[in-house]
């Protein structure tokens, strides 16, 4: 058994081509995003009798309140047992890296925990990435997937869709990406959240090259809706979203997921993530208005382990009652 980093894209997403437990977290132009936002990575491969039997993508995150390592939607292990091996590796290369403590943040069923309790981590004081995902699978037809949803979000989208001042523009270039942020940056003013600057989101549109498209919903020429949708794997993610409150009564946005969803079915996809919702028993949870919208399309939730820390340094603690208080005050 060893543990070696991986350099070739091929073997890495012909690894994770195989195995259904992953996102585009871990994939390879995820790994190629980090890179350009300065970060440091490491690819590894957990390898036996030389065929690949997990892998890990690992950054290096330099934060103001310490270092550490994030697995952002991973490990991708064929046995779960192999957590251990990967977690001594882990151990000497943060003790190297000066690294205050190991963040995994599992794409794991959530009974899965009790596997990472064992090994002495701890539950985050903050989730990284979604634990609570909506997801939508694309078998049926169009007609079909219509009639699974909600008859309020179907007939906004028929009404939408009659409406000849309602477009929704599929776009491929960057120009959009710098409309789309004009709108985004709006929305994280009205709901109070962190944003990602241009510079993140044009690095991310250009990392994904031909597997993202920008969606600008437009009414009367205005720009009142937009989502960046990535297509990794034959699954379609809508990871940005934005909207503003111009035009509340015209659905914009329905029609614009309608036809992200039927994008990503005429690329091939059997799945449809709405990303991160609200947990069901937090009716005051501040994702709960956006929760509404998702669960509309119809679908199905998947609920993952939680974020866990395996804490190196006594340093971890300061990093701990910032992120305590800042998920207290975000309402989460």
């Not at 590894?44 to 390592?69: C, E, H, M």
């Not at 007939?155 to 120009?175: F, Y």
């Not at 994904?208 to 297509?231: Q, S």
């Amino acid at each position: 058994m060893i543990i070696k980093e991986i350099e070739n894209k091929d073997i890495w997403e012909g690894f994770l081509d195989e195995n259904q437990e992953k996102s585009f977290l871990h994939s390879w132009s995820w790994g190629e995003f980090q890179k350009a936002l300065g970060e440091k990575i490491w690819r590894l491969a957990i390898i036996d009798n030389d065929k690949i039997q997990g892998v890990a993508l690992i950054i290096k995150v330099s934060a103001k309140r310490g270092t550490f390592f994030l697995c952002p939607h991973g490990p991708i292990l064929k046995d779960k047992k192999l957590l251990k091996d990967l977690l001594e590796y882990l151990k000497e290369l943060a003790k190297r890296e000066k690294a205050g403590f190991i963040r995994f943040s599992p794409i794991w069923p959530r009974e899965t925990e009790a596997l990472f309790k064992d090994l002495g981590f701890r539950r985050a004081p903050i989730h990284i990435h979604p634990e609570n995902n909506w997801i939508l699978r694309l078998e049926e037809t169009e007609s079909e997937l219509l009639m699974g949803m909600r008859k309020t979000t179907r007939n906004l989208i028929r009404r939408a869709i009659k409406d000849p001042d309602v477009v929704i523009e599929k776009r491929n270039d960057l120009e959009a990406v710098e409309e789309f942020n004009k709108i985004y940056q709006a929305t994280y003013k009205r709901h109070d959240f962190v944003p990602f600057s241009l510079d993140y989101l044009k690095k991310e549109f250009l990392a994904f090259e031909n597997n993202i498209e920008i969606f600008l919903g437009k009414y009367k020429g205005d720009v009142t809706a937009g989502a960046m949708i990535i297509y990794w794997q034959n699954k379609g993610y809508y990871h940005q979203g934005a909207s503003s409150r111009e035009y509340p009564k015209i659905p914009v946005s329905h029609l614009l997921q309608w036809e992200a969803l039927k994008e990503a079915k005429a690329r091939g996809c059997d799945l449809y993530s709405f990303w991160g919702v609200a947990p069901q028993d937090e009716p005051k949870h501040p994702w709960q208005g956006i929760t509404l919208f998702k669960q509309g399309f119809g679908g199905e939730l998947e609920k993952y382990a939680r974020t866990q820390d395996f804490v190196l340094s006594s340093k971890y603690w300061l990093n701990y009652i910032v992120e305590k208080l800042r998920s207290k005050k975000r309402g989460f």
